[in-house]
């Protein structure tokens, strides 16, 4: 596509429930990060992916959190047991391969509630 | 922990005059990017400068990178009540962006 796109664009859960967000990168783009953002602060990073792998998840904040991407293209971003605290925008961005220009999608809005 | 600090946190100025926001950071770099995010919205892509090179522009926009000092910066000229957004810089030192909580900019027109 034209561009990242991430769906669903909002989602409203309940606490303990189980969610999943995902991010169709631009064609060709190796690389693929998820990014949490609260209101009033940067983008605050998970994980990024290159090609399948995971290349470092080292910003996932409990196993609660979880992502793959199975053929090196779409990405999913699994929250289990959600908590209100997990209320953020999900970002998802994608690029050429590191050092490259990252270009975000507009992000998924989680509230839990 | 954010790597890059934008400075000031706020900024607000009349249309046609220039802005200019500042990030820090503390460790070695491959790259810098600056990003414009209006509210509610995903971030969209202003300039990359590498860790090589000093100074970027691309129309309004000029970016200045020093290394010894570990800072950068972004010059918007004539500034636009459009340019209204948040601003943030995003270093590049493991192959992941880290963000500073941004400087939000507003432009009365």
């Known amino acids: 596509g034209a561009g990242v796109s991430q769906t669903p664009s909002n989602k409203v859960t309940e606490k303990g429930k189980y969610v999943e967000l995902r991010c169709d990168p631009i064609?060709?783009?190796?690389?693929l990060y998820w990014y949490r953002q609260s209101l009033g602060q940067g983008p605050e990073f998970l994980i990024y992916?290159?090609?399948?792998?995971?290349?470092?998840d080292s910003g996932l904040p409990n196993d609660r959190f979880f992502a793959v991407r199975p053929e090196g293209s779409v990405s999913t971003l699994k929250i289990q047991r959600t908590e209100r605290g997990d209320s953020a925008v999900y970002l998802c961005?994608?690029?050429?391969?590191?050092?490259?220009?990252?270009?975000f999608g507009e992000g998924s809005w989680l509230t839990v509630v | 922990s954010q790597q890059g600090e934008e400075d000031p946190q706020a900024l607000s100025i009349q249309e046609g005059e220039n802005a200019t926001m500042n990030c820090s950071y503390k460790?070695?770099?491959?790259?810098l990017q600056w990003y414009r995010q209006n509210s509610g919205r995903g971030l969209v892509h202003l300039i990359l400068?590498?860790?090589?090179?000093r100074e970027k522009h691309s129309g309004r926009l000029r970016v200045t990178l020093d290394t010894s000092k570990k800072s950068s910066s972004l010059l918007i000229t004539a500034s636009r009540a459009a340019d209204t957004a948040s601003y943030f810089c995003?270093?590049?030192?493991?192959?992941?962006?880290?963000f500073g909580d941004g400087t939000t900019l507003t432009v009365k027109p």
């Open positions: 961005a994608s690029s050429l391969g590191l050092g490259n220009t990252i270009y």
């Open positions: 064609s060709g783009h190796t690389a």
């Open positions: 992916f290159q090609g399948t792998g995971a290349a470092d």
């Open positions: 460790t070695s770099i491959n790259n």
């Open positions: 400068i590498r860790s090589n090179e």
């Open positions: 995003a270093t590049d030192d493991t192959g992941k962006s880290t």
